[in-house]
């Protein structure tokens, strides 16, 4: 693996407040600072699933129908 995609790996990728808001307004439940990790991982396998699919059809974009 290369060094940028080994330390984007390790990067949040959600708007902690966005989320620990949203399950508050949704689910009146606090929420665990782990779970941001947690959400970056669903999120970075969403987004390599995507990235592939856009490759298999020979773009360089990565579209909605992708994911």
């Given at each position: 693996?290369?060094?940028?995609?080994?330390?984007?790996?390790?990067?949040?990728?959600?708007?902690?407040?966005?989320?620990?808001?949203?399950?508050?307004?949704?689910?009146?439940?606090?929420?665990?600072?782990k779970?941001?990790?947690?959400?970056?991982?669903?999120?970075?396998?969403?987004?390599?699933?995507?990235?592939?699919?856009?490759?298999?059809?020979?773009?360089?974009?990565?579209?909605?129908?992708?994911?």
């Open positions: 693996m290369e060094q940028g995609v080994i330390m984007a790996d390790k990067e949040v990728l959600v708007v902690s407040s966005k989320v620990k808001n949203y399950i508050k307004s949704n689910g009146d439940l606090k929420c665990s600072a779970v941001m990790e947690v959400l970056s991982d669903k999120i970075r396998e969403l987004c390599d699933a995507a990235i592939e699919n856009a490759k298999n059809d020979k773009r360089k974009t990565v579209q909605e129908k992708d994911f």
